[in-house]
Structure formats: C-alpha cells, structure tokens
C-alpha cells in the first residue's frame, strides 16, 4: 500500500511532441505529489508538485494531472525539447509528521530532434 | 548548485572493504536523507536523520550504517563490501517539516572491484 507505480519505464518521444508519465497509488493518506527530474550524473531536483486539492497544475510547460478517484496522477511535458531529456520520479508522501518520499522506479525520457 | 555537498565525488575500493561517505546539507536544513540509486535503477531510499535523531528507515543493510552528527553533516558507512555495492550514493538535505522540498546532493559513485 505503500507503493508508487509509475510507467512507462523508458519513453521516446518525437521533439515538438508531448511526454506524458503515469503514476499510480494505493495509500489514500498520501497528500503531496512531487516530480523530480534527473539529468544523468546529477542528483534527482524538484521540478513540480501538488496537493490532491487541485486537479492540476501547471509551471510553463510541464502540468501534472491529479485524479484523486483513481489515484493516478501524470505529468506531461508540452512541447518536448532535447534538453528535456533525462530521467523523471514520481513520488508521494504523508502529512507533517513523519516526512518520507515514496518513490516512484523512474522514466528515462529521450526526446529526438 | 543545490547546497548540498558530497565527499568524495568518486570511491574506489575492493571488496570486503569500508568506506564512508560524507554530506553536508543546505544551510538551515535539519534533516538528511541518504539513497542508493544503482546503474539505471531507481532511488532506493536508505535512511533519514532529523536533528542528530535516526527518523526513518528504508531498505538499508545491516552491513550499512549512518549517523547525523552536532553540527548536522552526515557520514554513510559502508563495510564489508560487495560488488553489488557499486552505486551512486544520493544525499538529500529538507528542512524537515512538512512537505518540504528534498535537495539533493551530486552524489558519490562508489565502485567496488
């Protein structure tokens, strides 16, 4: 239950196009939902969140979709660049008190020119 | 640059060896995190420090220890080394309070012969 499910493990996507990236969980305590992005050989960086709330939320052109009914959430990349290429966590997490990320396995995202 | 520093960037070592990693979180930051990320896995969570005090624990080996020290730098200790140690090695720095935004660090790849 306390897993983050998250596909597809590797995604290409045409440069222009756009990248989505699914996330499932089973928790229903879980009430922060973190993207972060990796470029290879560097740490893992926040790029967008959001709390069940709100259904979406959108920075420029990565929007994370949130359905609290199915427990999915996704993020799409709008307009996908080479320089967006790298790997991409989901992940979620409980409250105040106890602060731990669970981890979604990850998408190594390649965008072709 | 997210303020968090790893020493040494890059470990060498032999198995049944042991090593230790070394983190300093941003600035003001109370809690520490530690994950193992393998080649092209992804993020296994270790261990989490808040304040000197052992918060939450993940999938960390016996094998493996780790402590937060007065001054809140962080050391990993590995030992006993195996082949399948070989990683990067993530360090994480958060305030600690709510959903707060984990940093992370550039890592240490430690490389077990």
């Known amino acids: 239950q306390q897993q983050v499910k998250q596909s597809p493990q590797s995604l290409i996507v045409q440069k222009g196009g756009i990248s989505i990236i699914n996330c499932a969980y089973e928790?229903?305590?879980?009430?922060?939902f973190p993207w972060y992005q990796q470029f290879p050989g560097k740490g893992p960086a926040l790029l967008i969140a959001?709390?069940?709330d709100v259904s979406e939320k959108k920075e420029g052109r990565f929007t994370i979709s949130f359905n609290k009914s199915a427990k999915q959430f996704s993020l799409h990349i709008m307009d996908s660049q080479p320089g967006d290429s790298a790997t991409y966590f989901c992940a979620a997490s409980i409250g105040d008190s106890n602060y731990q990320l669970i981890w979604g396995a990850g998408t190594k995202l390649i965008i072709k020119p | 640059d997210s303020g968090v520093t790893q020493t040494p960037k890059h470990l060498i070592t032999a198995t049944g060896q042991r090593v230790t990693l070394r983190c300093s979180p941003r600035s003001g930051d109370l809690s520490v995190y530690w994950y193992q990320q393998s080649l092209d896995q992804g993020l296994q969570f270790l261990i989490q420090?808040?304040?000197?005090?052992?918060?939450a624990k993940g999938n960390i080996l016996e094998r493996f220890s780790a402590q937060q020290f007065p001054d809140l730098h962080s050391e990993l200790n590995l030992s006993s080394l195996e082949l399948g140690d070989s990683a990067l090695y993530f360090c994480a720095s958060s305030t600690g309070r709510g959903t707060d935004t984990q940093y992370f660090g550039p890592g240490t790849r430690l490389t077990v012969l």
């Open positions: 928790n229903t305590a879980f009430d922060y």
């Open positions: 420090y808040y304040n000197g005090e052992e918060r």
């Open positions: 959001i709390r069940p």
